[in-house]
């Protein structure tokens, strides 16, 4: 269920902050960059940043998130926490997923953190998808590792999702949530096989709507009613 690769993936990005400084030489003084994560996962939500920059405090190693590893990405939030004009993140949770699909979920937890702004932007650069939204915008392929605003936005959504993940591990120890962060992985698979799909899984995402008919979960459930 990940998003496919566009043909040109293995094209070497250098991420600045060029967009951001045209449009401002156009005049727009708040341009926001937004992003979203978790698109691929089987478990938990989407989320979404959105960071309106400052020029005059930069954040040196801005990258797409994925680039990054853990340690890093909560360095650079931090900062971006500190530093940027506004900045917002949300989440769209497992069953509206499955209710309005995944595509559609993550333009809503876009929308949604562009609306958290405390600070109206201007000009909205989105990575890939366009919005409808009230705003002049720009989608970019590939934007998280081309534009500053963009990957700060996708690090915000990383980190905080990555801390969501944490957070359900506890509640849901033999999935390893903590480690995969919902993926795919064959741990994960693993478990689902072993103990069923939980209520935060995505039942309209491949293998889960399948295990959720033969799901031990169930047989576990009916027993507390039994006579």
């Known amino acids: 269920m990940a998003r496919g690769a566009p043909p040109h993936s293995e094209k070497k990005w250098k991420c600045e902050g060029v967009l951001e400084a045209q449009l401002r030489s156009?005049?727009?003084?708040?341009?926001?960059?937004?992003?979203?994560?978790?698109?691929?996962?089987?478990?938990?939500?989407?989320?979404?940043?959105?960071?309106?920059?400052?020029?005059?405090?930069?954040?040196?190693?801005?990258?797409?998130?994925?680039?990054?590893?853990?340690?890093?990405?909560?360095v650079l939030a931090e900062r971006i926490r500190?530093?940027?004009?506004?900045?917002?993140?949300?989440?769209?949770?497992?069953?509206?997923?499955?209710?309005?699909?995944?595509?559609?979920?993550?333009?809503?937890?876009?929308?949604?953190?562009?609306?958290?702004?405390?600070?109206?932007?201007?000009?909205?650069?989105?990575?890939?998808?366009?919005?409808?939204?009230p705003f002049p915008q720009q989608p970019i392929i590939q934007g998280d590792a081309r534009c500053h605003a963009i990957a700060a936005a996708s690090i915000l959504a990383k980190v905080h999702r990555d801390q969501m993940m944490r957070t359900w591990d506890t509640f849901y120890p033999e999935y390893g949530l903590a480690n995969h962060k919902g993926y795919h992985a064959p741990e994960h698979i693993e478990a689902l096989h072993k103990f069923g799909p939980t209520p935060q899984h995505r039942l309209s995402f491949d293998p889960i709507g399948d295990l959720a008919f033969f799901s031990p979960l169930a047989s576990t459930q009916l027993e507390m009613f039994a006579s």
Request: net charge negative; hydrophobic share 45%.
């Open 26 to 74: 156009r005049g727009y003084r708040h341009v926001a960059g937004a992003d979203e994560v978790g698109r691929g996962c089987l478990f938990g939500a989407v989320v979404a940043g959105a960071v309106i920059l400052s020029p005059d405090a930069p954040i040196r190693g801005l990258n797409d998130s994925k680039q990054l590893d853990a340690e890093k990405r909560e």
């Open 82 to 133: 500190e530093r940027a004009i506004a900045w917002c993140v949300s989440a769209v949770d497992a069953t509206t997923i499955d209710r309005i699909n995944i595509y559609q979920a993550s333009r809503l937890a876009m929308k949604q953190a562009i609306a958290g702004l405390s600070v109206q932007p201007d000009f909205v650069l989105v990575d890939a998808v366009p919005l409808d939204i």
